[in-house]
């Protein structure tokens, strides 16, 4: 069995001390396989996007062990952590606060790279144009503002800039959640298909159980810091076991009204069944 990229064991993540210290991570387990997704869901303040930070190395874990390509990173210093920054990349959330809107889209791709002496700047140049077409905007993007792009394109021009460094992992932090339902499919349809060109990982944090789905093998549910059910992402999806993972799904938002009106039903159910459960 081929050893996994992402290997997470035992995570905690405290913030804060004494009384005002909150767990927000608590003892998880996950792993994640070469050109894999896995996709980790869970509603606000699930500790999702604080898994995702521990990796990126933005928040500093109390206990527990991540391995990423067959080292331990559960606390490098700033050097060691820049070491493997090409290998490890993120896109957030809003693309509007995470581009320098006074640079032009070509400047954002390519510094980096020079900065670092990963590429010659020609090298670059080149890389920025091949990825902008890749995400569908063309080389002429090169020469524009952020500002002067929608917020579906401004996430392509992210995704651009995560793939910059050929990474083996990205870390999307809800990277459709801030944007239309139809620009959302496009942006996960983009997603898959540079995955198939590239073999990179993900892992996909999101609050929407159909929208990582969609891109994922398996699927880890998280709730209150824990991971409450993990799996293939069809079973999860179709067959969950927990009932907070039922939850999540009854109460997604369903286009068909007759679907959507038997998840309602068993939402109330679910519901219902709590209301009678001993405390």
Not at 262 to 274: C, F, I, N, V
Request: proline fraction near 4%.
């Amino acid at each position: 069995m081929n050893e996994p990229l992402l290997r997470i064991t035992g995570l905690d993540v405290t913030y804060g001390t004494g009384r005002h210290a909150f767990r927000a991570v608590k003892d998880i387990d996950l792993e994640i396989g070469v050109g894999e997704t896995l996709g980790v869901v869970g509603e606000s303040g699930s500790g999702k996007s604080t898994v995702g930070r521990a990796i990126l190395g933005l928040a500093t874990p109390t206990a527990g062990r991540i391995e990423f390509d067959g080292q331990d990173i559960t606390r490098l210093t700033r050097r060691r952590r820049r070491r493997i920054s090409a290998d490890l990349q993120v896109v957030f959330q809003d693309p509007r606060s995470s581009l320098n809107e006074a640079k032009k889209v070509g400047e954002i791709l390519i510094e980096p790279m020079v900065a670092t002496k990963r590429m010659s700047r020609s090298a670059s140049i080149a890389r920025a144009e091949e990825l902008l077409e890749k995400v569908g905007l063309g080389a002429q993007a090169m020469s524009r503002m952020p500002g002067s792009f929608s917020g579906g394109q401004r996430q392509r021009i992210a995704i651009a800039r995560a793939l910059m460094s050929s990474p083996k992992l990205v870390v999307c932090d809800e990277p459709v959640s801030a944007l239309d339902l139809s620009v959302q499919a496009q942006i996960v349809n983009l997603f898959r298909s540079l995955q198939r060109e590239t073999g990179v990982s993900y892992l996909f944090i999101a609050h929407d159980l159909s929208v990582v789905r969609l891109l994922s093998q398996r699927i880890a549910v998280m709730s209150a810091g824990g991971v409450v059910e993990q799996g293939d992402a069809e079973q999860i999806y179709t067959r969950p076991s927990e009932l907070y993972t039922q939850r999540l799904l009854a109460a997604e938002p369903y286009p068909d009204p007759v679907i959507q009106a038997e998840r309602r039903r068993a939402w109330d159910a679910l519901a219902a069944l709590d209301a009678s459960a001993p405390l």
